[in-house]
Each structure stands twice: as C-alpha cells, then as structure tokens.
C-alpha cells in the first residue's frame, strides 16, 4: 500500500475549495491550513500561461521531517502517511525547518499538525476531503502499488512533475501537467 | 409580444410538464379557504445529526447536507449526492457557508431608530412584539395616507418569497431584486427576444456534453456556479475547445485553447463579424436555420460589412483569428454554446449584445441541442393556497413614463427612481423593506439611492448581516441564517425537474428568527393572516409536499427528490416542428418585437467612452471564495481572502513607478475617491488600458468586524450608469480611474 495523490494542474481553477473543506473536516483553526493554493504566471501579455496547484504535504517515502524529529512524534504511518502523535510532540519545530515543502505549522494547541491524507475517511472507505469536494475533480487519490488505481492510471497517462525533486524526498504528490 | 412568458418552449402534445396532481394544480387559484392541515408531531432539528438543506451563499441554491459533532453543534457541509446542480461538490463559498452561521458580528435583536432629546440618533434593542408592531403600524399609516402602491420590497434570497407574499397581500407588486436590472436581465430579454425564452437559472447549458464552449467576459471558474464549473471540467477532460474573450487572462482563458484579448467595450464588434464569417463562408446550420429562423436574409445583408478586417480595427483581435474560431466553433456544431454570461450590464447596449450571442447561436443551431442548450424542465409544486391579491392601480412602471416596457421583471433601480419625489407623477413610495440586499452597494449611483433612502417615510430592513444598509433602517429585524431555518422549498429548473428541502439544523441562534415567521407575525398584525393560512411552515411545506406525492417526513431524510422527466424532451427531436414564443412562432433574427417597440431589430456596433489620458477602465468581477458582500466578513472564507487588489500591468506599474502591495486610492472621473486603500497587484494578467479588482470589498461599517476597511469598494467608483434603453439595466463599465498616492483631504464642510 503506498498513497498517493495526484493533481490535475490543467483542470484546477484554483478556487480554494480543498483549503476550506480540510478546514472544516479537520477543523483546522482559523489563520492555519494543512493545504493551500499556488498560482504561478508566466510570460508577457499577452502571451501568458498559468498554473493552479492545491499542494500539501509531500508524504514523502524519504522524509525529512521524520529522520529529524527528536521525540518520534513525527512516524510514517501505514500506505505511507507521514503523521505526527500529537502527545508526543514537544513543538521544538525541527520538523517544520526540515521541511522544504512548508507543509507544518505549529497548531495553537502546542503540536505540530499538518494533512494526513485524511486518514481517518480513509479508514472509513471515504475519500480525502479535499480529493471529496474538489468541483473540478482534479485531484485523484488512491494506492500507487496497485496499479489499476485511478491515481496509478492517471499518472502512467499523464505527463507529471513533482516538487522541488532535487531535494531528493521522493514526494508522492504528482501534478499533471 | 415578447413580454407573454409562457412554457419554456411550445411543442404540440408536450405542452405542460410536471407532476400530475390532478386538479389541485389548480388549487393555489381558488378563493376558497379549504385548508388541508396535516398535522404533526415533526421531527425537530434536534432529532437529527445531519440536515438537508440548498446553500443560501449564492442562487446557484446547492443541495447539501449539514452535518454536526457529537455535542450537536454545526461542524460542515457537504453537498448531496443525488442534487444536479451540485453532485455532491459544493463550492468553497458553500463549503465555508457554516462561517454565515458561526460569524460573531450577526445581527442579533430587533433594532429601533430613537431620536434622543438631543436630537441623536442610536438603535436601541427591541423585543420582536415592539418591532414587529411598529413595522405594521408605520406601514399602515402609510397605505391609509398615501395608498398601499407606496410601499415596495428589496428583496435578495430565499426569504424574499414570504415578504413578497406580504406585500402583494397588501395591496403592492412593488418588488425587485438587483440580480435582474444590475445582472442578469439584459441577457433574459436579449434571449426571449431571439428565441421567446429567457434562460433563468440555472442556465441551461450542456456544457458537459459540447464539443466548443465560448466565454465572452464570463469567467467561469472565478464565478464559481457550481454545476458550470463542474462540466467544464468535464469537458477539458473530454477534449472540448475553449473560446475566451477578455480583456483580461482569467483563469477560463488560462485553460483555452484560443484567449482573444480583447480591447474592452468593442465585443459587439466581434460578436457581429464572427456571424459575417460563419454566413459568408457558410458554415452556420442551414437545416435549423431554414426550418426555425425568421429574418436570416436580413441579417445576412446587415452584417455583410462587418468582416473581420473591420473588427480588427475597432477589437484589436486579427482577422485570423475571427476566421479561425468562427470555424472552429462551426466545426463544433451543434454542440457549440456561446456562453450568455450572467452579470452582462456594461455599456447600456447589453440587451443588444446578448441578442448578438443568441443569434449567434441560433446560426450555428445550438439551441435546443445536444452539447448546445437543454431544454431544462421544472417541477410543479402547488402555491400555498390564499385569497386573490388585490389589483393594484400603480407600480414603479408608472414613473418610468413608458420607457423599459421590455423589461420582464421589475428594476431595483426603477423602484428606487420611483422613491424620490416627482411632482409630474403625483406619488412616489414611501415605505420599503429591504430584504438580504445591501442596496447601498449593489445598486450604482449610490447618492442616488441614499436621496431616495432620505425621501421614505419608514424603511425596515431584514438581514443577517448589520451590512450597510441597516444604518438607514428606522427598525432592523435580525434573520436567522439558512443553517437555523426552514424555507420554501427549492423548485429550480435543471436536465431533471427536482424539489429540495431546506430545514434547520440547529435552533437559531441569538434573537434572530426566519423570514416566514416575521412575514406572517406582520400579515397577523396587519389583517392579512389568511395569506398565510397555515400555522407552522412545517404544516405549510407538508401540504405542499405531499400535494405532489412525497413528505417532509420523507424530505427530511433523502434532502433532494427527483421527480423524473415525463417525456423525452430534453433536446429538440431531428426535424421537429416547434412553436417559439415570438410573434412570427420563430428564431427571430430579425426581432420583430424590438422593432415594434422602436428598438433595432438586428444588433449594431456602437464606440463607447474610452478612458482618457492617465485613467483606466475599471474591471470588476468576483473571486471564487467569495460571494460579493455577502461572505465579505466570513470568518471560513475572509481566511482564504480578506481584501481585494486592484490588478495593474507591469507597463502602468512601472509609469506610476508602482510595486506589489503598494497601497494607493482610486479616484474616477468624476472626482468620485473610494474610501479605503487599495493594494496594488502587479500583474501581466491585465491589459494595460484598464483595471481589474474583485467587488464586494471596502465596507464602511464597522460592526463588520473582519470586512471593514478591507479593500476598496467598486460600487464608489461607478458614478457614471449608461442605461438600457430597452430594458432599464445599469451598465456600469464605463467608468475610468486613475491612482493617488495619498488620499487628498476633504475640505471640512462649513457649518
Ligand atoms: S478545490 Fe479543486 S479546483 Fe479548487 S483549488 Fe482545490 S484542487 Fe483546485
Ligand atoms: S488529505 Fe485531508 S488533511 Fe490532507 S489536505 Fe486533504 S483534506 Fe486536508
Ligand atoms: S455554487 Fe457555491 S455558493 Fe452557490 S449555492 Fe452552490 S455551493 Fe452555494
């Protein structure tokens, strides 16, 4: 089992809509969010492109914020979910500065939260909130070890890139370009 | 005669659609007061852990569910499944709608204006016995002094169906709602004008089915209605060719195959000479056109002139370019959809340039067909039986002396014009109530609206929100949210005809109550309560859900009822013989009745005002997270936007030697300055001869605690309306601003 996420950069309209609905899902407290929307311009009017992408966290197979965190709060869960135990967190941040997506922040409540990949829908037989609500439909979950998944197929059909890949986290987020 | 509106579309043997109710269709006509009174016990919000209700956030009206935590308070909202105009995905507005609810700076007792001994004046907390006796009393006086056509309704959402209902038991058919005049209205009467139908909403647009969709100034994607956005993106995926025209790069344009950056307010121009290309170079559909149009030699001679090269000149977009997407378009047909676009008043010519895209699509056969327009259907649920309204002897029509005839439904603007007093029409009205609709900004020409405001006698306003609009009120009464009430039911058109139940929740919250019981505490009061003959708007909903085989008990739990198309209908049948609503029975490209109300019967291009030198046409439009100053102080959507920016080209940036983020003023051609700042955002997004930034931002009042001062508002800056001549809207693009640096300090008036 290794989850994955893929997001289809050619049909999100970059609307927010995930942001909002892990918010409420998860109930993320105002001025915070686990996910978030970049927009990217390029070129001159008018020839111009853009790019939306509903990024979060890279759940990445070699993760950053796992190796460094001195209590263990920070785990690699089952399909490859990068979580944090609350309780055990001590909020020392060396997670968030290892990050190099910025996909932690520190929760009010003293801990370190960030996505989940919502597994607690996932437990459930649901979808992601944000993969659930999505108007476009551009995002695609699922397992990457099977290949007959949605995500699977939409990534062997598409072209994709990841994020800053030189950082050499094997991110498991891909956007369909 | 244009203005009749009947069905939708007149197709022998398939007249009407609906549910079969036998004669109790008929009911909702019948004086006779036979009440049938289902009567509970019903389930209480209490009862449930998750409640169906549509999203109040836009008239897009979603069906979704609410869902609580185990304490039993609000947490989320997620759409349902079996609605079509959601599927199951609300919008972020919607998704954040449980912000509405949650938002602190609600209003939350009946308010009275009192006048203290030394002349100030406060609002002071009110039980709803003193607001509600106050209101009936000041509006009495109002119909015994100056007769009962001398009140009028403002009225924006779902409550406006039980004020109206006062106010026409009343004596009034005084009631407008700004989405018509200041939005959409043009386009309705552009479209019955062309095809004897207007398109309502949602839009009947098979968008996810057509194989070319062309956006002009409609920017899908950053208007967020729903169910367009969703096939539109059905569509990418399905290979289908995008058309943009904007002057701007709007997100749709960012997903198109062909952006015609246009140069703003010439659109008529392209409109015209993309239908010389597709006659000239016969591509248009000429079965359909010979079989269902009027006047197609007419308009073949009349755009003969109007080829590309023309356009090029007045659009900047190059002649290959016109020719390329008019054949692309063709090569789509039928399913091609020259998008209506929603809020279409611009330049005062707007029923003109919607008649332009309905033709447009009449050549190229799409309406009526697949991958083109549906024909949508609609279910038939019976009115709430009451006593006939009484006719009344004068409307807001009266003082507009014969002009706007076409209009279909009331002006807001009209309503307001017929505020302010005219000796030459005897009386003006006197009272208003003012329903969920921030009149001070929706409507332009604000001055105009607070003269007429000043002009009445009483003004009661009903809303959430302590938006602008309440500083004017003598008594405002606080609604509770769609999260805490019942409503009538959702009855919209769509590919399937559906009924949807709103039901609260929770039990409102603060002081505040829902629009029926206000409405019919002030019927009671005021002699009316047989127009509203049932006790409980449970007992009312009842009736009328079971009035077409279905329950609130069963409402209550599956939220959404399909009540299935009767016949197979949905397209036009190959070689159907159709009745359109026109006086020729056809697709009118030549418009007979535009011309029987002296208007031109074919559409031409006219130049509008361009900015002057240093000034810049002003832009507005909308964001995804936001539904203009109705989620403006959400704490859900503020978090994903909190302010407007006004969006600069690099080029202007770097002549006002300007940065991101910059803070300045707008000021317009009339001396008219907005009264916050601005941020500036520097953008290759925008053509360099005008502006862009979102509406809905800037508010003044402070009670609004997260909207205030945030942004500036657009409203201020349109000072200069060019109106409709054929049907009353306010065309508001034709405003230009230009940047201060430092806000100039107003001249301390003399007392
Ligand atoms: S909800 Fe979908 S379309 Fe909207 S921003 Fe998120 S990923 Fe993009
Ligand atoms: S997967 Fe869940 S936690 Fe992660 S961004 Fe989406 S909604 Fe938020
Ligand atoms: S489109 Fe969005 S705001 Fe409008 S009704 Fe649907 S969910 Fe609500």
């Known amino acids: ?177 | 005669m244009v203005k009749s509106r009947r069905d939708f579309i007149k197709i022998s043997a398939l007249g009407t659609t609906g549910v079969a109710v036998g004669g109790k269709l008929l009911f909702a006509n019948n004086n006779k007061q036979t009440k049938v009174v289902p009567k509970g016990p019903f389930k209480l919000p209490s009862d449930f852990s998750r409640t169906p209700t549509y999203c109040e956030v836009c008239f897009w009206k979603c069906a979704g569910w609410i869902y609580k935590n185990d304490k039993g308070e609000v947490q989320k909202i997620i759409g349902n499944d079996d609605d079509p105009n959601s599927n199951g995905r609300f919008c972020p507005r919607g998704t954040g709608g449980v912000g509405m609810y949650y938002d602190e700076d609600r209003l939350k007792t009946p308010l009275i204006r009192v006048t203290d001994k030394y002349g100030n004046q406060t609002f002071e907390k009110a039980s709803w016995e003193e607001a509600l006796g106050l209101i009936s009393k000041r509006l009495q006086k109002v119909i015994d002094v100056h007769g009962s056509e001398c009140i009028a309704l403002f009225t924006h959402g779902s409550g406006g169906k039980y004020f109206g209902n006062l106010v026409k038991s009343l004596g009034s058919h005084n009631i407008a709602a700004p989405s018509y005049a200041q939005c959409r209205g043009p386009r309705e009467v552009g479209f019955i004008a062309t095809f004897g139908d207007g398109l309502s909403s949602p839009e009947p647009t098979d968008i996810r089915d057509t194989r070319c969709l062309v956006l002009i100034g409609s920017h899908i994607g950053e208007n967020m209605h729903n169910g367009q956005v969703q096939e539109m993106s059905e569509a990418i995926d399905k290979g289908a060719t995008i058309i943009t025209v904007d002057p701007r790069f709007s997100t749709a344009a960012s997903k198109s195959k062909f952006w015609l950056p246009i140069k703003p307010a010439t659109d008529m121009a392209l409109l015209l000479a993309w239908m010389n290309v597709i006659i000239e170079e016969d591509l248009y559909d000429r079965k359909y056109v010979e079989k269902y149009t009027y006047g197609f030699g007419q308009l073949k001679a009349h755009v003969k002139s109007m080829t590309p090269e023309w356009a090029y000149g007045i659009t900047t977009i190059k002649p290959d370019v016109i020719r390329a997407t008019a054949r692309e378009m063709a090569h789509a047909s039928p399913a091609v959809i020259v998008h209506p676009g929603r809020h279409v008043t611009w330049y005062g010519d707007d029923t003109q340039r919607l008649r332009a895209v309905a033709m447009l699509n009449a050549l190229l056969g799409s309406w009526g067909r697949r991958g083109g327009f549906y024909i949508p259907d609609k279910a038939k649920v019976p009115g709430v039986p009451h006593p006939p309204y009484a006719k009344p002897t004068r409307t807001w029509r009266d003082a507009m002396k014969g002009k706007y005839e076409l209009a279909d439904l009331a002006l807001a603007n009209g309503v307001c014009d017929a505020t302010i007093p005219d000796a030459s029409l005897g009386c003006s009205i006197k009272a208003w109530i003012v329903n969920g609709t921030n009149l001070v900004t929706t409507l332009p020409e604000t001055e105009k609206t607070i003269a007429a405001i000043k002009s009445l006698e009483f003004i009661a306003v009903i809303d959430t929100m302590p938006m602008e609009i309440t500083g004017y009120a003598d008594v405002v009464l606080p609604e509770c949210t769609y999260i805490e009430r019942y409503d009538s039911l959702r009855v919209t058109q769509h590919r399937e005809p559906t009924i949807t139940l709103r039901m609260p929740a929770v039990e409102p919250k603060y002081d505040s109550k829902p629009a029926w019981w206000m409405a019919k505490q002030l019927a009671n009061k005021m002699g009316k309560g047989d127009y509203f003959p049932f006790d409980s708007i449970e007992e009312e909903l009842d009736w009328q859900l079971k009035e077409v085989g279905s329950s609130l008990e069963e409402m209550q739990r599956i939220g959404v009822k399909n009540l299935k198309r009767p016949y197979d209908d949905l397209y036009f049948k190959d070689d159907e013989d159709i009745e359109f609503n026109t006086n020729t029975g056809k697709i009118e490209l030549y418009s007979t009745s535009l011309e029987e109300y002296g208007f031109d019967p074919m559409p031409k291009y006219t130049a509008h005002p361009e900015p002057p030198e240093g000034y810049y046409r002003l832009i507005y439009g909308r964001a995804p997270m936001h539904t203009f100053s109705r989620t403006a102080n959400n704490p859900n959507l503020t978090d994903l936007m909190h302010e407007n920016v006004v969006w600069v080209n690099p080029k202007v940036a770097k002549e006002w030697g300007f940065v991101n983020n910059q803070e300045i003023y707008l000021q317009n051609q009339d001396g008219a300055i907005a009264t916050f700042p601005i941020k500036i955002r520097v953008t290759e997004r925008i053509r360099w001869d005008s502006v862009y930034m979102v509406h809905g931002f800037g508010h003044a009042n402070r009670k609004l605690s997260r909207a205030y001062g945030k942004g500036a508002s657009d409203s201020e800056l349109i000072t200069k309306v060019m109106m409709d001549p054929i049907m009353g809207g306010t065309g508001m693009r034709g405003n230009f601003v230009t940047f201060l640096t430092s806000k100039p300090v107003k001249e301390e008036a003399k007392s």
């Open chain 1, 1 to 177: 089992m290794r989850y994955a996420m893929a997001i289809d950069t050619k049909k999100c309209v970059g609307c927010s809509d995930c942001v909002v609905a892990c918010q409420t899902e998860n109930l993320v407290p105002h001025g915070y969010a686990r996910d978030w929307i970049v927009e990217v311009t390029d070129g001159t009017y008018p020839q111009l492109e853009l790019e939306y992408r509903s990024e979060r966290c890279n759940h990445c197979d070699n993760a950053p914020c796992v190796r460094c965190c001195p209590t263990g709060a920070s785990f690699i869960s089952e399909g490859g979910i990068v979580k944090v135990e609350h309780d055990k967190c001590i909020g020392c941040g060396a997670c968030i500065t290892a990050c190099p997506y910025d996909a932690r922040f520190v929760h009010p409540e003293g801990y370190v939260d960030k996505c989940t990949f919502c597994d607690h829908r996932l437990e459930q037989g649901q979808d992601p909130a944000c993969v659930a609500v999505c108007p476009t439909k551009c995002l695609y979950f699922g397992d990457m070890d099977d290949p007959n998944s949605e995500v699977s197929l939409v990534v062997k059909k598409r072209k994709f890139k990841t994020l800053i890949p030189e950082a050499g986290t094997e991110p498991q987020l891909y956007f369909l370009i």
